[in-house]
């Protein structure tokens, strides 16, 4: 079985040790480097074949954002997955532009960590439920402070799709919308993609933070 090469780059030792013991369990995994530092970590991925890279958002040199659109440039292929502790809707949103495949909580769960692996491995984003939960929470209380007089955009959104876009806002994967809905797990995917044709946005992550914004749900 292929093992997914892994470094850990943050100025913290013991959160990378920490981290270092939890992935050590995971079968599918091989830590096989980490870096204290941004420049450090670049330095690696120029010598070292890198699949998966769990990074901070806040280091000495480069923060991760920055570190993410350069390690980009060199490995194309890499998929960065922010580990930190700032949850900031701004933040998130900038690391999703600059090419981060998954966003954690440095409080995530084991369950959450072997998730976010697997989704990233299969070329998909991830954002753990707590990180949507968060960004729902803010964009909510930004809009409650908007006036009611604005106007809503309207994409022509069918009854299903409508339905479909509430539970991933909520936080729901295709498959868990599926059996609320009592439709094909295909079918859900399906809308997905309609949803996304008519708003012409490209993933589903930004699709979230783009209807809550503008009250589509």
Same mark, same amino acid.
């Given at each position: 079985?292929?093992?997914?090469?892994?470094?850990?780059?943050?100025?913290?030792?013991?959160?990378?040790?920490?981290?270092?013991?939890?992935?050590?369990?995971?079968?599918? !995994? %091989?830590?096989?480097? &980490? $870096?204290?530092?941004?420049?450090?970590? /670049?330095? =690696? @991925?120029?010598?070292?074949?890198? #699949?998966?890279?769990?990074?901070?958002?806040?280091?000495?040199?480069?923060?991760? !954002? %920055?570190?993410?659109? &350069? $390690?980009?440039?060199?490995?194309?292929? /890499?998929? =960065? @997955?922010?580990?930190?502790?700032? #949850?900031?809707?701004?933040?998130?949103?900038?690391?999703?532009?600059?090419?981060?495949?998954?966003?954690?909580?440095?409080?995530?769960?084991?369950?959450?960590?072997?998730?976010? @692996?697997?989704?990233?491995?299969?070329?998909?984003?991830?954002?753990?439920?707590?990180?949507?939960?968060?960004?729902?929470?803010?964009?909510?209380?930004?809009?409650?402070?908007?006036?009611?007089?604005?106007?809503?955009?309207?994409?022509?959104?069918?009854?299903?799709?409508?339905?479909?876009?509430?539970?991933?806002?909520?936080?729901?994967?295709?498959?868990?919308?599926?059996?609320?809905?009592?439709?094909?797990?295909?079918?859900?995917?399906?809308?997905?993609?309609?949803?996304?044709?008519?708003?012409?946005?490209?993933?589903?992550?930004?699709?979230?933070?783009?209807?809550?914004?503008?009250?589509?749900?």
């Amino acid at each position: 079985m292929y093992k997914h090469k892994v470094i850990i780059v943050d100025d913290h030792h013991i959160f990378r040790d920490g981290l270092k013991l939890s992935l050590g369990t995971i079968k599918s !995994i %091989e830590v096989v480097n &980490e $870096a204290k530092c941004a420049t450090e970590f /670049l330095n =690696i @991925i120029k010598n070292t074949k890198i #699949d998966i890279a769990f990074m901070d958002i806040r280091m000495p040199d480069m923060n991760g !954002i %920055e570190a993410t659109i &350069e $390690a980009l440039k060199i490995s194309p292929d /890499l998929k =960065i @997955i922010i580990m930190s502790s700032y #949850d900031d809707i701004e933040i998130i949103n900038n690391a999703i532009i600059a090419g981060t495949y998954g966003y954690l909580l440095k409080n995530a769960d084991y369950k959450d960590i072997i998730n976010a @692996i697997e989704t990233v491995s299969k070329g998909k984003k991830y954002f753990s439920h707590e990180i949507i939960e968060n960004i729902t929470s803010q964009i909510i209380d930004e809009n409650n402070k908007k006036s009611e007089s604005e106007n809503t955009p309207n994409y022509n959104l069918t009854f299903r799709e409508t339905q479909v876009l509430k539970e991933l806002c909520n936080g729901d994967d295709s498959k868990l919308i599926a059996k609320k809905l009592n439709i094909s797990e295909r079918t859900v995917e399906k809308h997905i993609q309609n949803i996304l044709s008519k708003t012409n946005i490209h993933t589903t992550t930004k699709l979230i933070v783009f209807c809550l914004k503008n009250k589509l749900v």
